[in-house]
């Protein structure tokens, strides 16, 4: 992935922030707003409310902003919706977000030599063993510390992939051809 943009992913751990409208004049969010249990509630799939596991904080601290943590179980559906609502009543707003997680990477791999802008063969392959064209249609999106600049965060297409554990996959022409220890996921 690029550097700086973290995706909500199926069953993983997630941060966001939010700020609250401050009731008291609804032009400005809440500075400090004051967290209670139960202010912050998830529905998972559109099942039943319940309290968040970790309770959200003002970060950094007398700030406008609010920290939201998602556990990995939290974070175990299609639809996740996070409501806020001051139990109180009297300080900040109502509020929602609904995050819709992508799955994770089905595969993790590293580029090893003889890679061309349309031609990626693969080593240190994890999960080991692919049938031909397993990989056909899914992306393929070079890691942030991927040592080609030009292809970190890129993402091209797999037009097709053999069949081996350590496959050679076939993409959409890419700006440039990958080093070797270039690491990548597949989507």
């Known amino acids: ?3 700086g943009f973290n995706p909500p992913l199926y069953g993983v ?3 966001f ?5 401050d009731q008291a004049n609804t032009k400005l969010f809440k500075s400090s707003a004051t967290i209670a249990s139960g202010d912050f509630q998830v529905s998972i799939d559109g099942g039943s409310l319940a309290n968040l ?3 959200p904080s003002v970060t950094p601290a007398a700030s406008k902003i609010i920290k939201v943590s998602l ?8 639809n996740i919706v996070v409501r806020w609502s001051d139990a109180a009543g009297s ?4 509020g ?5 997680p992508m799955m994770g990477p089905i595969c993790v791999g590293t580029v090893t030599t003889g890679a061309s802008a349309t031609s990626i063969p693969t080593s240190a392959f994890t999960p080991a063993g692919a049938a031909t064209d397993q990989f056909k249609g899914r992306i393929l999106i070079f890691d942030h510390n991927t040592s080609t600049s030009a292809l970190r965060g890129q993402a091209t297409d797999i037009t097709a992939s053999t069949n081996a554990s350590t496959p050679t996959f076939t993409v959409s ?4 051809a990958p080093s070797s220890g270039d690491t990548f996921r597949v989507y």
């Open 173 to 176: 022409t890419l700006s440039t």
């Open 71 to 78: 556990s990995a179980s939290e974070m175990q559906g299609t």
């Open 53 to 55: 596991g970790t309770l």
């Open 17 to 21: 922030y939010i700020s609250v409208v």
């Open 1 to 3: 992935m690029s550097s």
């Open 13 to 15: 751990a997630y941060d």
């Open 96 to 100: 929602m977000i609904n995050i819709q």
């Open 91 to 94: 300080e900040w707003c109502d």
